[in-house]
């Protein structure tokens, strides 16, 4: 069965304070492993997708990575703005395009 | 705005009412997934459809729950005879046609927050 845990819970920043978020996952044939971000009342924003071990992505202060066994998200530099909850989800064995979400990590960056 | 709309953004409900959530999709999406959000848990995939056809329904409960995307209109999530356990965040999405053959970002609305009296 297709898994996805997200660690950790949540994680609060000094402003300018770098750091990483990680996410496992267990699927048989990933077709791809997508990162959103969620502020409070809306719905999940498209950050990036990664489709094969080694690919990289990167946005802003954002920087996805993808290994076999997992992803991490790195935050470089972060600002205020940045705080948000972000979820990691996979696209695997299903036939049918449905993502498995992670339970999310809730970032606090303060100034 | 050419995003996923849904509508209501609030819906209050007493038990036993029926409850209908509308999703329109970004436009030139043709296959819509629903998901829910329970308080404290993450999102949970529901019912996946594309116009006229139900695609994956493996997360839909068997009872009281069903979802449709006619070939005119928004896609409509129903939900008969509520219960308090119903409430919840219901969030739709939508992708592209090609979406199957290799994983599409699904594209999401702000969703539906459901609370039942």
């Known amino acids: 069965e297709d898994q996805v845990t997200q660690s950790p819970e949540a994680l609060r920043l000094q402003e300018g304070e770098s750091s990483s978020l990680n996410c496992s996952y267990t699927?048989?044939?990933?077709?791809?492993l997508f990162w959103y971000r969620q502020d409070p009342g809306k719905g999940p924003e498209f950050l990036f997708t990664?489709?094969?071990a080694g690919e990289e992505k990167e946005k802003e202060r954002l920087k996805a990575t993808l290994t076999k066994k997992e992803s991490f998200l790195h935050i470089t530099a972060p600002k205020p703005e940045d705080s948000a909850t972000y979820l990691c989800?996979?696209?695997?064995?299903?036939?049918?395009?449905?993502?498995?979400f992670g339970q999310g990590t809730t970032l606090q960056v303060k100034p | 705005n050419a995003g996923v709309m849904q509508n209501p953004r609030h819906l209050v409900r007493r038990r036993g009412q029926e409850a209908r959530l509308r999703c329109s999709p970004m436009?030139?999406?043709?296959?819509v997934y629903w998901y829910r959000q329970l308080p404290e848990e993450g999102l949970k995939f529901m019912v996946y459809?594309?116009?006229?056809?139900?695609?994956?329904e493996s997360g839909m409960p068997k009872e009281r729950f069903s979802a449709e995307f006619p070939k005119e209109g928004p896609s409509i999530l129903r939900i008969q005879q509520v219960v308090r356990g119903d409430s919840a965040a219901y969030f739709c999405?939508?992708?592209?046609?090609?979406?199957?053959?290799?994983?599409?970002?699904?594209?999401f609305g702000d969703g539906t927050r459901l609370s039942i009296l």
């Open positions: 999405a939508s992708s592209p046609p090609w979406a199957r053959e290799k994983g599409q970002p699904q594209h």
């Open positions: 989800a996979v696209h695997g064995s299903s036939n049918t395009g449905k993502l498995i």
């Open positions: 459809l594309q116009k006229e056809n139900i695609i994956d």
């Open positions: 436009k030139g999406h043709s296959h």
């Open positions: 699927v048989s044939g990933l077709r791809g």
């Open positions: 990664l489709y094969s």
